[in-house]
């Protein structure tokens, strides 16, 4: 069956201007630039280097997910820590990652204070651990967005940890109408309440990965904000690799306070300062 010329027309149109409305929408609600992090990144290399001589250790949590491991790889390719371990609830398959720097904790979430030793002796602590109320129910999502990830920091402080860097999510507030981005806000206002030296928050807005576990509405949402990515920059959405890269970074870096933001174009624009 053929489509007369001018509906095709007509239809091409209709979607243009539908482009352009969503576009004008997506950059009213963006972020401004972000310039601090680019001017702060100066020669990466060097600041790798002078980290690399502190020989500094750092742990991972919720290194089986999506950005954990991208986290890992980039840590591992990086070599800028002495040690790296990998706090969990099961061992995972790093056949390639065969490096004697790389050490794995099995912890039972449900009684960490059993694992206080797990927590002790890092100086950096990374925590990507996250599940959604459309997996784990309401009170399981509360569970390890909150309860796992809290307890992980208080025992992380104890432990001696200075720097915590924990990934959460762009609209994250404490007083939010939403559950998610409430238990977000709510994690973040008491981790920082525990005092660490430096308390680092990353907010990325839709993370851009191809999911081994995907519902078909995230899988739209990620390829929606992903073709608008190609085309103009947006703080809605980021490549889950750029979001690896500015955890790595970050570490390297002297903050102005002891607890910053960085939202998603701040993320971008200092994982792009990594050069690779």
């Given amino acids: 069956m053929k489509i007369p010329a001018a509906t095709l027309g007509n239809a091409t149109g209709i979607l243009a201007v539908v482009?352009?409305?969503i576009a004008a929408l997506l950059s009213y609600f963006d972020d401004p630039n972000s310039v601090k992090y680019t001017s702060m990144a100066g020669d990466m290399k060097n600041l790798e280097e002078n980290f690399r001589q502190q020989n500094k250790s750092c742990f991972i949590l919720g290194a089986s997910g999506e950005s954990g491991k991208m986290l890992l790889r980039e840590l591992l390719e990086r070599n800028i820590f002495s040690k790296i371990t990998l706090i969990g609830r099961r061992r995972l398959a790093l056949e390639d990652h065969a490096h004697g720097n790389l050490l794995q904790e099995v912890v039972d979430f449900e009684k960490l204070e059993d694992y206080a030793a797990a927590f002790q002796g890092h100086d950096v602590g990374y925590c990507c651990l996250g599940t959604t109320k459309a997996k784990?129910?309401?009170?399981?999502?509360?569970r390890v967005d909150h309860d796992y990830v809290l307890k992980s920091a208080e025992l992380a402080k104890a432990g001696g940890c200075s720097q915590f860097h924990l990934e959460s999510s762009r609209g994250a507030d404490k007083n939010s109408n939403f559950l998610y981005l409430k238990v977000k806000g709510q994690v973040e206002a008491e981790i920082e309440a525990l005092g660490f030296d430096r308390f680092s928050i990353y907010r990325p807005g839709v993370l851009l990965v191809d999911r081994q576990e995907s519902r078909p509405a995230e899988w739209v949402a990620r390829k929606f904000f992903g073709a608008f990515s190609a085309v103009c920059s947006t703080s809605m959405?980021?490549?889950i690799h750029a979001v690896a890269k500015a955890m790595a970074s970050n570490a390297l870096l002297q903050?102005?306070?002891?607890?910053?933001i960085l939202e998603n174009k701040d993320i971008a624009s200092l994982g792009r300062s990594a050069g690779k």
């Fill in 19 to 21: 482009v352009v409305v």
């Fill in 136 to 142: 784990a129910g309401t009170e399981g999502f509360i």
């Fill in 237 to 239: 959405s980021i490549p």
């Fill in 255 to 260: 903050p102005e306070t002891k607890t910053e």
